[in-house]
């Protein structure tokens, strides 16, 4: 996946918004908070990290191609970068990274997600819970 790749895809998501900061990385928000983060690679690969449910962060941690975030995970948050194509190519990439929009959606008021034209997330959060 390319960076433009990434953010053509980040932006198709409903009430984002896509910020450049922390020395150039390519940030995608819902709601002004963070489910996506593309840069920090030291070879070709796009470096891209996202937030996975605890279930997921056990499973996806030790796959190759794959580690636990620098920085947000040694914080304890459950977020994975992906930094080279190995047990995740670039259509299980999109899954999750549309997986952490849900995530982190899925932790904002609905007055918020309503304000956002986000009515058909509400139901699926509360469905989940």
Not at 31 to 39: R, S
Not at 58 to 70: M, N, Q, V, Y
Not at 88 to 94: K, P, S, T, V, Y
Request: net charge neutral.
């Amino acid at each position: 996946m390319t960076l433009e790749e990434y953010d053509a895809f980040c932006a198709s998501l409903s009430g984002t918004t896509h910020v450049v900061q922390w020395g150039g990385a390519s940030v995608w928000k819902i709601g002004g908070k963070v489910f996506a983060i593309a840069g920090w690679s030291a070879d070709e690969e796009l470096g891209v990290t996202f937030k996975v449910s605890d279930i997921g962060y056990e499973i996806l941690k030790d796959e190759a191609g794959l580690r636990p975030a620098p920085y947000l995970a040694s914080r304890g948050m459950k977020w994975i970068q992906r930094t080279k194509i190995g047990f995740m190519d670039d259509d299980g990439l999109r899954e999750h990274l549309a997986g952490s929009y849900r995530i982190v959606a899925a932790g904002l008021p609905k007055k918020r997600l309503l304000e956002l034209g986000l009515e058909n997330l509400i139901s699926q959060i509360n469905a989940k819970r």
